[in-house]
């Protein structure tokens, strides 16, 4: 096409391309803008951000006189069913050297196999490296579910 | 058939009738951009609004999911960067807008300071924008507790210490802001509530009357420029050329956000220990580093005073008489550079930056 | 009238004089007098040494003990020949031979020291007696440690106290009074740099620098008052108090026969006594200096076993170290790896467990430990990979959206030309 034909001709054909590439970029990038904003108020699957109470077990699931390893966190915790059926939970974490401790149902006591340091089952020290009694963690039944929370305090 | 043109301007029309909008656009119509050599400053409110436009906006997407408390703030936190849909996205572009709105401001602040842009009649533009830049700071502060992490706990913690050394009002201050004698969880509901709602507020209504001084007194002029002959002078019309430059910067700071985003996530760290021992190395966000750095330098007493106290007084002392640059520029009073000013200005500049990055290599 | 009175003021004054002088007599007598601590200290250097270092928390001085209860003598009199003889039970000075039996005379009867500590042991003297330093002392060698070469003299504190010389802490230092000195040790064709391999081990570290009581000190494997080396046969139970697993899987692995023949020192052939250190995988397999192949030659059973087994827990450590690199990485570029991480802490579980288990010998067992790590450093591995992926997603993203803004940057850039009819 000649330009010094027709010029304003020329000019609403550029104003018309311009007008159209302003628009299609223009909703191009609201496009960019609000897919990720859609997506973002859509709410996750699990609801709400994982409440400090870990919903560890059934009841009937733990057997007197033993223990279920579990996860709070990113630490190891162990949960205990005495041989009178009492549930207590602790963090797993040595108090010496960090290793992860276990339930001796044949000494009746938490064991760490790092340096055979020893727990009653009320998580104190009794024997052995470590210089402190295990964290304890509070314990609910509900439902016949039993579930893990940090200590208030 | 809907024709989007006639529908607009039918729509016009009637709000017309109503508002008396055509009053507003004859006005938007006639305001003009000042053309010259330093007109590339001119951006940099804008910018700074812009970023703080995103801050609200990401704020409150943020607020949502967001659970103010010692036991849920850093989780939902780590849900909002784990669990939700570009969560992450939405929290790093929150984070670094923040500190590129501090920068922004303070861009804006020196350039309007070296063209003297205070000028009368402007000089409570340049009050109010000192109080925007206070407000900032005070977002800042505020928002940075807000993850409840470890940082953020020990960087409010020596913050609030160093407010509690100002004499007479420091120790109520510095109970007033922790709620407290120490910082727990009441002071991050405190600084909760003054995060998203009072300090929104009043930067609103601040930023209201700031922008307000700009539209009825025009744009400042350069001195050099101001003394051009009318016909000399070069304008651009703010509507639409000035606003659809501003609009291509504006996506030129959005890109900036998205690439930083992606590339220089920002870390959520461990969550606070309120008995832990401060970690090795803690010094506050980069905007306070330069008077932190100061700080430390002072020695532990200087004549009669306490170090810490000289310094904390020499930089109010500081600030004030930097809000009062505009009364105090005589010779910009006249329209006259002012040589002296200038001087100041430059090593007052490089002082920060100095400083600042001293603060990062020790 | 007046002398009358000055007679009876005379009266009255000697009377008072009598009483105060009773009375200081009788205090004198029921208030402690220490003849003993006062003539020494007033005899000023070497005498008055032993009294002023017994201070009061020295453990027999904190009891109301001082001299005589173990010197004999009495310390009511004044005079240093009644105070120092025989007829009031002066002992003296023990010889270096007479201590055990010395100290012996209340430390070894539970009847006398109940009235002190009902639970405090009694069976020291006779420990001492069939340990290395009382065998020795028997025979008349005066060289040996006897009760206060350990324990301190004067001021000899409860081992809890940290002043004391067998504070756990204060161990090592104590034995290396003797046991370091080259030329009394070279008399016995011991080495005396036994403290000097200590503290560059494992347990010296933690003893010593880090103050780990739980850490062994020289008398929780050589016994303090029935100290003797352990027999080469059962060293595995001295180490067996703390690393139980350890111990008892080596006994009941066929290396504990097959040592006990070759009369090696069990844990201490591999591990040494006194220089103990990280092993690491190098120790296992067929090469190197420290490994299986010190005794293994091919051809043997134990020879395959070695090299199996060291393959296992080297993929296993080789796969947690790469998952734990990889990672590392997602976590820097802010993809959340809580998952993978507790994965990691499970491949790592699983790495000092299969470390432990080589003690058994047993290939199977520690095929079975290595591969439950290795399941697990996979998962850590795949989580990450798919962490990279998420990363990716984030780089299209942005490349998308940075395409769309360019695009109307360019577009608002064409616009205002035109507009502005350039």
């Known amino acids: ?153 | 058939m809907a024709n989007p043109e006639s529908l607009l301007t039918r729509l016009y029309g009637w709000l017309n009738e109503r508002f008396g909008i055509d009053a507003a656009v004859a006005f938007g119509k006639k305001k003009v951009v000042p053309v010259h050599r330093e007109s590339v400053w001119y951006y940099f409110g804008g910018v700074t609004l812009f970023l703080f436009i995103i801050q609200v906006f990401t704020g409150i997407l943020l607020l949502l999911y967001y659970r103010p408390g010692a036991d849920s703030s850093f989780e939902s936190l780590q849900f909002i960067l784990t669990q939700v849909q570009f969560g992450w996205l939405i929290r790093s572009v929150h984070s670094w807008s923040a500190n590129l709105m501090v920068l922004a401001a303070f861009i804006h602040m020196f350039s309007n300071f070296f063209t003297q842009s205070y000028r009368r009649p402007r000089e409570l533009t340049w009050v109010t924008g000192m109080a925007l830049l206070l407000l900032s700071l005070g977002f800042g502060f505020s928002g940075y507790l807000l993850p409840w992490n470890e940082l953020a706990f020990f960087a409010t913690k020596v913050g609030t210490d160093i407010v509690g050394a100002v004499p007479i009002v420091g120790n109520p201050l510095l109970i007033f802001l922790r709620g407290g004698e120490d910082v727990t969880g009441a002071t991050l509901s405190r600084f909760f509530g003054f995060h998203v709602a009072v300090l929104p507020m009043v930067f609103t209504l601040v930023v209201g009357l700031h922008v307000l001084f700009v539209q009825v007194q025009g744009m400042s002029e350069p001195i050099a420029h101001q003394a051009l002959a009318a016909d000399k002078k070069r304008t651009m019309p703010f509507f639409p050329n000035f606003v659809l430059r501003d609009a291509m910067l504006w996506l030129v700071a959005l890109n900036i956000l998205a690439i930083l985003s992606v590339f220089f996530p920002w870390d959520l760290g461990e969550k606070a220990d309120l008995f832990a021992p401060a970690p090795a190395g803690i010094r506050p966000e980069w905007y306070f580093v330069f008077m932190f750095q100061t700080l430390k330098f002072i020695p532990g007493h200087v004549l009669f005073m306490e170090g810490e106290l000289l310094g904390i007084l020499g930089f109010g002392v500081a600030g004030l008489i930097w809000i009062l640059v505009p009364f105090l520029d005589r010779r910009g009073q006249r329209n006259q550079r002012n040589p002296l000013f200038q001087l100041w200005g430059w090593i007052i500049v490089l002082f920060i930056v100095v400083m600042t990055i001293v603060g990062y290599i020790l | 009238m007046i002398l009358r009175a000055a007679i009876d003021l005379r009266k009255t004054l000697l009377a008072a004089l009598l009483a105060i002088a009773l009375s200081l007599g009788l205090a004198g007598a029921v208030a402690g007098k220490d003849s003993c601590r006062d003539c020494h200290l007033e005899a000023g250097d070497e005498l008055a040494a032993p009294v002023r270092s017994m201070d009061q928390e020295d453990i027999h001085a904190s009891r109301g003990f001082s001299c005589d209860a173990c010197h004999g003598g009495d310390p009511t009199a004044d005079d240093q020949e009644i105070a120092m003889s025989k007829a009031r039970g002066f002992l003296g000075v023990p010889k270096p031979q007479e201590i055990p039996a010395f100290c012996g005379r209340c430390h070894a009867d539970p009847q006398i020291m109940r009235k002190y500590s009902v639970s405090v042991p009694t069976d020291q003297l006779e420990k001492y007696w069939t340990s290395q330093h009382g065998h020795a002392l028997k025979s008349g060698n005066t060289d040996v440690a006897t009760c206060v070469s350990c324990h301190g003299v004067h001021s000899i504190y409860p081992a809890n106290n940290p002043k004391s010389s067998v504070w756990p802490i204060n161990v090592p230092q104590t034995c290396n009074h003797c046991h370091g000195n080259a030329g009394l040790m070279g008399k016995y064709g011991l080495k005396p740099d036994s403290f000097k391999e200590y503290s560059e081990g494992v347990h010296g570290k933690a003893l010593l620098e880090k103050r780990d009581t739980g850490a062994p000190a020289c008398n929780d494997c050589h016994g303090n008052h029935g100290a003797a080396p352990p027999g080469f046969e059962t060293v595995a139970q001295v180490c067996r108090q703390c690393h139980v697993n350890n111990a008892e899987m080596f006994m009941a692995s066929p290396h504990k026969a097959a040592f006990d023949a070759a009369e090696l020192p069990e844990c201490v052939a591999c591990h040494a006594n006194h220089r103990i250190l990280h092993p690491d995988e190098s120790w296992l397999g067929v090469e190197g200096e420290h490994s299986c192949g010190q005794c293994h030659s091919k051809g043997d059973g134990g020879y395959e076993v070695a090299q199996q087994i060291r393959e296992l827990v080297d993929s296993l450590r080789i796969m947690e170290e790469n998952a734990i690199s990889l990672v590392g990485q997602v976590e820097r570029r802010g993809i959340p790896v809580g998952e993978a991480q507790t994965a990691l802490a499970d491949a790592r579980e699983a790495l000092l467990k299969s470390r432990t288990i080589i003690h058994t010998a047993d290939v199977l067992k520690v095929a079975e430990m290595a591969h439950a790590g290795i399941a697990r450093a996979a998962a850590a591995q795949q989580m990450g990979q798919t962490g990279l992926a998420d990363f990716e997603f984030r780089k299209r993203g942005l490349g998308v959206a940075t395409i769309f803004i360019s695009l109307l940057i360019l577009a608002i850039w064409l616009w205002i030309r035109h507009i502005e009819g350039r």
């Open chain 1, 1 to 153: 096409m000649d330009r010094s034909v027709n010029p304003d001709s020329d000019r609403n054909g550029r104003r018309k391309f311009l007008s159209l590439l302003l628009g299609g970029a223009l909703i191009g990038w609201l496009g960019s803008l609000l897919y990720p904003l859609a997506r973002y108020l859509i709410p996750p699957e699990i609801p709400e951000a994982k409440p400090t109470t870990l919903k560890v077990a059934k009841v009937d699931e733990v057997s007197p006189n033993s223990a279920l390893m579990f996860r709070y966190g990113r630490k190891p915790g162990i949960l205990i069913r005495t041989q009178e059926g009492k549930f207590s939970a602790f963090s797993a974490v040595c108090t010496h050297l960090d290793c992860t401790v276990q339930f001796r149902s044949d000494w009746g006591i938490i064991w760490c196999a790092c340096h055979n340091g020893r727990y009653d089952l009320t998580g104190r020290n009794i024997a052995g490296p470590p210089p402190r009694p295990l964290t304890p963690f509070e314990v609910n039944i509900k439902d016949g579910e039993v579930y893990v929370s940090e200590r208030e305090g």
